[in-house]
């Protein structure tokens, strides 16, 4: 973990809902996936607290990574209004990132509206190390997918209207490839909590380990607050988000 200042390199929104930023990397710690950021939108004291990002990719060579965010409140809006060259103030690598498959398993990713940015990371590592692997993204409708050349070429597009892609959720399309589920499958997800909550019930009904990015508000991203707690099923009885996750083993969380 380092405090920094990173250059931006591009700024674009990518869809009706989504914008992608792609900045300078100065910590030698190399992020993985499902790690995430804190970006202090301001210097001044407006937004108070730093706001976290999931890192969408790391690009060794060029030494730089990847958010993709919604334009939601406030210090998103000013996060938005970055221009490439401004500087913005990061503290990263933060949590716990997922774990990466063996050779020998195949991976199922579920990404749901702003979960995608963790599961692209995660997908590009394993299309990188070569683990057999679909990826599943699930929108509202097709104004709400990112105009993401590698979300197009390695996603499957669910939109709950049917405008794009399978009509229905990302579980909906999850169950109707049951049939390519093996003892060696591990599905890994991010997104709303009810998607993450399915994702879990269908793991558990096929005996295969399940992987979670929980979406959290976080205040301090580092621990000390409290204010990231989830309920899980061991003591004490809770976990921080942003220390002991965000990736969390489904059965570890309460979902009751």
């Not at 792609?22 to 939108?41: C, E």
């Not at 301001?42 to 958010?67: H, M, Q, V």
């Not at 997800?189 to 959290?216: H, R, T, W």
């Not at 003591?235 to 220390?243: H, I, L, T, W, Y």
């Amino acid at each position: 973990m380092q405090q920094f200042s990173a250059k931006i390199f591009s700024n674009s929104k990518i869809s009706d809902c989504f914008y992608e930023m792609v900045f300078s990397w100065k910590p030698n710690t190399i992020p993985l996936p499902g790690q995430f950021v804190t970006i202090r939108a301001e210097s001044s004291t407006s937004p108070l607290l730093r706001r976290p990002f999931a890192l969408s990719g790391f690009y060794e060579s060029k030494n730089r990574c990847s958010i993709i965010y919604q334009k939601r409140g406030p210090a998103t809006a000013l996060l938005a209004g970055k221009s490439p060259d401004e500087q913005i103030d990061l503290i990263g690598p933060l949590g716990n990132p997922f774990p990466i498959p063996g050779k020998k398993n195949k991976a199922i990713l579920i990404a749901g509206g702003t979960g995608i940015g963790p599961v692209v990371f995660l997908c590009s590592r394993l299309k990188k190390i070569d683990i057999e692997y679909i990826s599943i993204f699930g929108a509202k409708t097709k104004s709400s997918i990112p105009d993401n050349q590698f979300i197009k070429q390695n996603f499957v597009i669910c939109t709950d209207d049917g405008s794009a892609g399978y009509k229905g959720t990302t579980t909906d399309y999850l169950k109707s490839i049951s049939n390519v589920i093996t003892s060696d499958t591990i599905l890994f997800a991010c997104g709303p909590q009810p998607m993450l909550k399915s994702c879990n019930d269908f793991a558990y009904s096929y005996k295969i380990p399940c992987y979670v990015s929980v979406e959290q508000i976080m205040a301090c991203g580092v621990g000390a607050c409290m204010g990231c707690a989830i309920k899980i099923t061991k003591e004490p009885g809770f976990a921080r988000a942003c220390k002991e996750g965000p990736v969390f083993k489904s059965t570890e969380i309460d979902w009751n």
